[in-house]
């Protein structure tokens, strides 16, 4: 929900707001990036954009001791050896961080063994191969390259398809330490391309026409349908219905809800954000972008959800966030 500052300027009307040429232009002039620093910019993904995941992912790696560094640069030695994209290593140190602390563990839940935690009883070698480290990483190697997509999805989306734990979003707590830690090796780049980004086609017509089956329901804080939303309810149903899961609320769509793109390239089906004094880390709305300088959103009680001309209001963020293909059907 947008905070007071921004509901008294919408009671005046968009015509009382900054223009939609000021707008355009604020589309076309304001870098992205929510304040990242370092080697993060453009396209980079969600995680490496948003200045408090960066701080906690350097936070997290200063904290591994010697034999956990150790593990982190025999999967990177022989992702690079197999010539697998950086996103591969990212994902296998989200796996190792999750299960084993990434440590080679003779020890387990069951007959859990390794720094992956593979089961013997599960196919996935002996107890000698599963605790030793070339074996194990390029064990987990060899099964993700079996996932459909893997290239697509968040990175502890990709890990859970090879881990298959009846935890699956907890891989997604070594996002911010894994990308830092492979952004230490030079490859901050390859992570973070605009080429990288997927094509969402068809799943944006999907998103884009559920949310346009809502107009006219009212807003209601926290609600998430079926005939009323809040803002980040909206979104989120909307994508859900194209089979794209993102976070509930405003601020984790923004942090973590797919990959940052310029809001200048912004395209249809993209979230769009506001947060007071145009803070990364103080997002208080959200809408679905439809291209040409509209959005469809559940503005604050007492309205409904409507298509509006994009405004600024002094909070329009200069970043939006493109959902990913992790898909859940």
Known sequence: MRKIAVVLVLLTGFGGLIGVGAVTGLLAGMGGGGGSGGTWSGCSTALATSEGS????????????????RVVS??????KRRELPP??????????????????????HADSLGVFQMRPSMNWGTPRQVTDLEYAINKFYDVLLEVEGWKRMRPG??????????FPS?????????????????????????EELPETGSLVAEAIDYAKGQL??????????????????????????????IPRVSQDQYDSGGAKVKLSRARPGDLVFW??????????????????????????????VQIAELWDGGELLPTAVRPTLSRAR
């Open 157 to 166: 989306a990709a890990a859970q398809a090879v881990e298959r734990s009846a």
């Open 87 to 108: 996103r591969a290593w990212q994902i296998a140190i989200q796996a190792g961080k999750t299960e084993s602390n990434l440590r080679n563990l003779d020890y387990g």
């Open 216 to 245: 006219g329901d009212p807003y209601r804080w926290a609600a998430e349908g079926p005939d009323e939303f809040d803002c980040s309810g909206l979104t989120q149903q909307a994508w859900a219905a194209a089979g794209v899961q």
């Open 170 to 194: 907890r891989y997604h707590d070594a996002e911010a330490m894994a990308a830092h830690l492979v952004s230490e090796r030079g490859e901050a780049a390859a992570l973070g391309g605009c």
């Open 54 to 69: 960066v701080q906690r992912g350097q936070r997290m790696a200063a904290a591994l001791g010697r034999e956990q560094r």
């Open 275 to 304: 947060g007071t004094n145009r803070e990364s880390d103080s997002v208080h709305h959200v809408a679905l972008y439809l291209g040409d300088s509209e959005v469809l959103h559940a503005p604050q009680p007492g309205e409904d």
């Open 74 to 79: 025999r999967i990177i030695r022989i992702g």
